[in-house]
Nanobody
Framework: QVQLVESGGGLVQAGGSLRLSCAASGIIFSINDLAWYRQAPGKQRELVAVISSGGTTTYANSVKGRFAISRDNAKNTVYLQMNSLKPEDTAVYSC????????????WGQGTQVTVSS
């Protein structure tokens, strides 16, 4: 059974930091591209950051320079370090593990709430 479990969300003041974690089980973690998405109330889900199986990272323009995605294949965990948080970063953040590029499929976590107060 595949599970992706996010943690680390919460309430933080603007300018603060949070570190999200997503622990995976039931998949061959190292071969997956990993991503963080977010969805704010009334808005579409948006891609925040991606780290490929090879370690290449990509960021949404809105978070470049503030957020950093990383992975630890030994711990089957992907992280999202979020600094200089803004109220507009408030959303449910979900992790995604995707192996479509090699014929697999994608899996999602349940999400963790991040709320940034002004």
């Amino acid at each position: 059974q595949v599970q992706l479990v996010e943690s680390g969300g919460g309430l933080v003041q603007a300018g603060g930091s949070l570190r999200l974690s997503c622990a995976a089980s039931g998949i061959i973690f190292s071969i997956n591209d990993l991503a963080w998405y977010r969805q704010a109330p009334g808005k579409q889900r948006e891609l925040v950051a991606v780290i490929s199986s090879g370690g290449t990272t990509t960021y949404a323009n809105s978070v470049k320079g503030r957020f950093a995605i990383s992975r630890d294949n030994a711990k089957n965990t992907v992280y999202l370090q979020m600094n200089s948080l803004k109220p507009e970063d408030t959303a449910v953040y979900s992790c995604n593990a995707d192996s479509h590029r090699i014929g697999g499929r994608a899996y999602w976590g349940q999400g963790t709430q991040v709320t940034v107060s002004s």
